[in-house]
């Protein structure tokens, strides 16, 4: 029997200026971010189905948990997310598809995580088909998933991140239409940024879709023309500027007023943990931090140290003491990436 084994992995992202105006209620925004590893890691066994076979199965390895759903079911089972992209790509009834999903990500952590996941299985899955897919199309088709298979809150600065990897600035000319540029820094300042990153994971999951549906509330009539989403659409354009002129500091000040905008949009988006987070940076010295993600009672922080080694680790120390988990960043060059196993 031939089996094929295709893999793809898929960046998450962290330090998202601007992020809020990538969203349908936004129409039109800017959001700087950096892609990073941990990978989201996918691995698709495809044989031929044999019998009664199940035809699809699928292992959620964080969760510990295996089932098998039925694609042509109109329900959805323990993760509708894998289960719709299933679906979409309309596999070949007489496949057998076993799925198995992983990330060191922890989940719920503000990362874009679920973006990645959404991307590396598309990916695999189009491997499997016709396999053309370009990575702006693979955003595109994991957005449509999130968005009108399921009908979840999604903006699109996280799938285009993992799809394409690298430091960007993602301009949305009319949602969800939108262009990416990778910005091209030189070695020198790619190491000094991922070595002055520290990832704080304050250690509670979180409901982006319910965040966003808060928020949404708050906003009035006119959202898109709300002061707030403007100030974050200004401050993704300073981001990419202070990296493009190497100015440590500027990008320091953009993540504090960003966390601070984001107070600002509702006062549950910034929790407490996060500002004991933020007040703990501070006492080492650090030069900004960026609430990831939609931020909220859960997720992660990112924090752009000063520079100073030994005190990051003594930073790191004590918010490990704090209770916070830490984790370490490297940044991503790359985006997707597909390839086929062989014996």
């Not at 509708?80 to 070949?92: D, G, K």
């Amino acid at each position: 029997m031939t089996i094929r084994i295709v893999n793809a992995v898929a960046p998450t992202r962290i330090c998202d200026v601007g992020g809020w105006t990538d969203t349908h209620f936004a129409r039109y925004g800017s959001v700087f971010n950096i892609a990073i590893y941990p990978y989201v890691e996918v691995q698709v066994a495809a044989s031929p189905r044999r019998g009664d076979e199940e035809r699809l199965t699928i292992s959620a390895e964080n969760y510990g948990v295996s089932w098998s759903p039925d694609p042509e079911s109109a329900e959805f089972g323990k993760h509708p997310l894998l289960e719709a992209a299933v679906r979409v790509m309309e596999l070949p009834a007489e496949t057998a598809l076993r799925i198995n999903i992983f990330s060191y990500a922890p989940p719920g952590a503000s990362m874009g995580t679920s973006a990645a996941v959404s991307v590396a299985l598309v990916g695999a899955l189009d491997a499997l088909t016709r396999g053309c897919l370009a990575p702006h199309q693979v955003a595109q088709l994991a957005h449509s998933i999130e968005t009108k298979e399921l009908g979840l809150e999604c903006g699109v600065q996280d799938l285009l991140a993992s799809a394409y990897g690298g430091i960007n600035f993602i301009d949305i000319t009319d949602f969800p239409h939108s262009s990416i540029s990778g910005l091209s820094v030189p070695d020198s300042l790619w190491w000094d940024l991922e070595q002055r990153l520290l990832l704080a994971y304050i250690g509670k999951p979180h409901d982006s879709s319910e965040i966003h549906r808060m928020v949404i509330g708050d906003l009035g009539a006119n959202p898109h023309e709300d002061a707030r989403l403007a100030a974050l659409r200004a401050l993704a354009v300073r981001a990419k500027n202070a990296l493009c002129e190497r100015d440590i500091a500027e990008l320091g000040r953009v993540f504090d007023e960003n966390t601070g905008v984001q107070r600002a949009l509702h006062p549950g988006l910034v929790c407490e943990d996060f500002e004991n987070v933020i007040a703990i940076a501070r006492d080492f010295g650090a030069a900004g931090c960026k609430v990831n993600g939609a931020g909220g009672d859960g997720g992660s922080i990112a924090i752009l140290t000063n520079g100073n080694m030994a005190e990051k680790r003594r930073l790191q120390r004590a918010l490990e003491d704090s209770g916070y988990l830490t984790l370490p960043v490297y940044l991503s060059r790359r985006g997707l990436r597909v390839w086929e196993s062989r014996g």
